[in-house]
Structure formats: C-alpha cells, structure tokens
C-alpha cells in the first residue's frame, strides 16, 4: 500500500518581499489619510475659536452699550469729571464709559455700575474695567485680552438730532452738567480683522 506524502511548501523570499512591499504601501496611504484628517481637524478648531472669540467680543459689546448709564466719575487726580461716556479718538483708549448691571454672583458690597475702557494695542482688543466706580490712581484695573488680528476698530455715536459723531460728548457749552450725563441713542461698532474683513453692528442704547 502506498503511502501519500503530502509535501508542504513555505513562502519564498520573493513572495514574502512582495507582501511586506504591498503592507508598507497600505500603511504609508493610511498615514497620509489619518495625517489629513488630523490636519483638517485642527484647522477647523482654529477657525471654530476664532468664530467663538469674535461672537464674544460683539455680544461683550451689545451688552455693554445697551446698558450704558448717564453717571459720570470723578477724576482720578483733582475735583473734575469725566462724562458719563468719552471717545476723544486718535488714541490707543478707544472709549470709556459708565455701564449698569454689573454681575455681583458672589454677593460682594459694591455698586453695579462700572467704567468700561475698550482699548486696541498692538493688534489685540482689550477690555478694562476698575474695581470700584469712582477710581484713584492706585484703584486696580482688571483687564481681559478679546481678540486679536484686529486691524482697527471705530465707534460711531448718534446723538439725538440723529447725527453720527466720531467723538463723546457734544460740547454744550452752557449746560456742562448735561454735556456730563449726555449718552447717544445709537452707537455704531466695527471691527477690521486681519482675516475677516470689516463687521459692523448697530447697538441701540437703553433708555
């Protein structure tokens, strides 16, 4: 009887060259794949923050105007005043004025009413606000970078006689009690990005 003797045959060293060369070739096309989509992901997390951070910036801004009081502060050396809102413009200090509803979640004894300055300085947006209303030299400025990219920023202010004005307050020379308390009724905001192009937004201050 005769005896079958099945031969087993190995891979040759081709053959297994051929597999590694075909394995590496799928690697390298998965890499580039996943490398791709990390890429694109990452691009569209920075262009998703630079969305956030310009919505927070405008709506920082709506708030702050639309709540915008008639209260002037006392200056920080001497015994004058500063009107309730200031924009003099041609300077780094963009504007400056008095705003209600200050948050107070913590119960601290203050008023809610804050002096806001907008200010642009090398490109970047910034926010400052003092710690107490009426400020002294040595009062502590608390201030919060919004943006930056930012080629210009210009306000616009509506009195009532439903004229634009690049400056805060009309001088009225007679009445400087009332040129203290005057407030817009409009205030028109926009931002030059380095990226975006010009936004503009109409705010309507709060009677």
Known sequence: MRRLIATRRGFTLIELLVALFITAI??????????????ERSALQVRQDRLTAVQKTMGLLMLDFTQLTPRPVREPVGDGW??????????????TFTRSG???PAGIQ???LQRVTYVLEDKKLR??????????????????????????VTFRYMDGARNWRTEWPPVQPNDPETTLRMRPIAVEVTLELEDWGKITR?????G
């Open 127 to 152: 926010r400052e606000h003092s710690t107490v209303l009426d400020a002294t030299l040595a009062s502590r400025v608390v201030r919060r970078e919004l943006l930056d990219a930012v080629e210009t």
């Open 110 to 112: 203050r008023p809610e």
């Open 82 to 95: 500063q009107p309730a809102l200031r924009a003099e413009g041609g300077t780094t200090q963009l504007v």
């Open 26 to 39: 799928i690697f390298v096309m998965g890499y580039g794949a996943i490398n791709q989509a990390l890429n």
């Open 202 to 206: 109409l705010i309507e201050v709060g």
């Open 102 to 104: 200050w948050a107070n």
